[in-house]
């Protein structure tokens, strides 16, 4: 793997060897000193275009547990507002002598016009309501180290997945690690055109509430206008929102994600976030685990046993 752009066409095996790097970095986060050296000398650049929180400050706390240094692009502060082009901007920090970049950037495509321009690797960190693959790993490693394998889960996809780009890159891997993928969503939150997308779609989440195994809910991308679909965030909470009365109603072994940055009182009740079936930050503490897996295969790190 040269890049990592899309979970779409990754197959399983690619899939699984970087969940179970991913596993065994997870064991390295949780020993007293939680650095390996692996990537010494590596320069990992954190490229964002976009705001972020957990995804930028994991893949710069990955870099560090495997002894990479970081270097930290932020586009407010940057000479992007004198007018610099992105090109420009990647072939600088190319030539500070970075080794991979991560790039998030509100354009769809981003990433791969960035791999084109660069000989280095390349991590989409999220590009428009595209694609946001680190993100789909660290779902799928939730979920397997919850139920010991994604093979025949029920999974559903509920609320704004038309302006997702989480939604389009869990769907491709879930269904590639063998769950079975819901869509839960009226025709308005869906993508226009869903041929390949290996899915079942149902319009009300009280019509398989309590048939799922798994409930991923996703914020509303209003800075993508997934707001403006729906009459009001009431509506929205009252048909897709995991409220503190639907949580009473799922099979008990049912868990609930979310990528995060939640909107608690709209897709989510506080009751359902503070629930021990909510594995939000399971997800957020595997995401450094997963980003280590990806830096480690795309700079070819070195195992130390
Ligand atoms: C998501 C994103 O930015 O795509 N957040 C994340 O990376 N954890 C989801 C979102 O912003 O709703």
Same mark, same amino acid.
């Given at each position: 793997?040269?890049?990592?752009?899309?979970?779409?066409?990754?197959?399983?095996?690619?899939?699984?060897?970087?969940?179970? =790097?991913?596993?065994?970095?997870?064991?390295?986060?949780?020993?007293?000193?939680?650095?390996?050296?692996?990537?010494?000398?590596?320069?990992?650049?954190?490229?964002?275009?976009?705001?972020?929180?957990?995804?930028?400050?994991?893949?710069?706390?990955?870099?560090?547990?495997?002894? +990479?240094?970081?270097?930290?692009? +932020?586009?407010?502060?940057?000479?992007?507002?004198? &007018?610099?082009?992105?090109?420009?901007?990647?072939?600088?920090?190319?030539?500070?002598?970075?080794?991979?970049?991560?790039?998030?950037?509100?354009?769809?495509?981003?990433?791969?016009?960035? +791999?084109?321009?660069?000989?280095?690797?390349?991590?989409?960190?999220?590009?428009? +309501?595209?694609?946001?693959?680190?993100?789909?790993?660290?779902?799928?490693?939730?979920?397997?180290? !919850?139920?010991?394998?994604?093979?025949?889960? !029920?999974?559903?996809?509920? &609320?704004?997945?038309?302006?997702?780009?989480?939604?389009?890159?869990?769907? %491709?891997?879930?269904?590639?690690? &063998?769950?079975?993928?819901?869509?839960?969503?009226?025709?308005?939150?869906?993508?226009? =055109?869903?041929?390949?997308?290996?899915?079942?779609?149902?319009?009300?989440?009280?019509?398989?509430?309590?048939?799922?195994?798994?409930?991923?809910?996703?914020?509303?991308?209003?800075?993508? &206008?997934?707001?403006?679909?729906?009459?009001?965030?009431?509506?929205?909470?009252?048909? %897709?929102?995991?409220?503190?009365?639907?949580?009473? !109603?799922?099979?008990?072994?049912?868990?609930?994600?979310?990528?995060?940055?939640?909107?608690?009182?709209?897709?989510?009740?506080?009751?359902?976030?503070?629930?021990?079936?909510?594995?939000?930050?399971?997800?957020?503490?595997?995401?450094?685990?997963?980003?280590?897996?990806?830096?480690?295969?795309?700079?070819?790190?070195?195992? =130390?046993?």
């Amino acid at each position: 793997m040269r890049d990592l752009l899309s979970t779409e066409g990754l197959d399983r095996a690619t899939l699984e060897s970087l969940l179970d =790097d991913g596993e065994e970095f997870a064991e390295v986060l949780r020993r007293p000193i939680p650095k390996v050296p692996a990537l010494r000398g590596k320069t990992v650049a954190t490229m964002f275009f976009e705001p972020s929180t957990r995804t930028r400050l994991s893949f710069e706390r990955a870099a560090r547990a495997l002894s +990479a240094d970081t270097l930290s692009f +932020a586009p407010g502060t940057s000479s992007l507002k004198k &007018g610099e082009s992105l090109k420009d901007t990647v072939l600088t920090i190319q030539a500070m002598g970075a080794d991979l970049m991560v790039v998030r950037h509100t354009s769809t495509g981003a990433p791969w016009r960035v +791999a084109e321009w660069t000989h280095l690797p390349v991590i989409n960190g999220g590009d428009g +309501a595209h694609q946001h693959p680190t993100q789909a790993l660290l779902d799928a490693l939730t979920l397997r180290q !919850r139920f010991g394998s994604l093979d025949g889960l !029920r999974i559903g996809i509920v &609320g704004d997945i038309r302006h997702s780009r989480v939604a389009r890159s869990d769907v %491709f891997a879930f269904s590639t690690l &063998g769950a079975e993928v819901t869509l839960v969503a009226p025709p308005t939150l869906l993508p226009p =055109d869903l041929t390949g997308w290996p899915v079942e779609v149902a319009r009300e989440l009280d019509d398989v509430l309590t048939e799922l195994d798994a409930i991923y809910l996703l914020r509303v991308q209003s800075e993508r &206008g997934g707001a403006s679909v729906f009459p009001s965030v009431q509506e929205y909470r009252q048909r %897709f929102g995991m409220t503190r009365q639907r949580l009473a !109603r799922l099979k008990p072994d049912t868990a609930v994600l979310h990528p995060g940055p939640m909107i608690r009182g709209v897709e989510i009740d506080h009751e359902v976030a503070d629930d021990a079936r909510c594995l939000v930050l399971n997800q957020v503490a595997n995401g450094v685990a997963v980003r280590m897996a990806a830096l480690f295969q795309l700079l070819g790190g070195e195992r =130390d046993e």
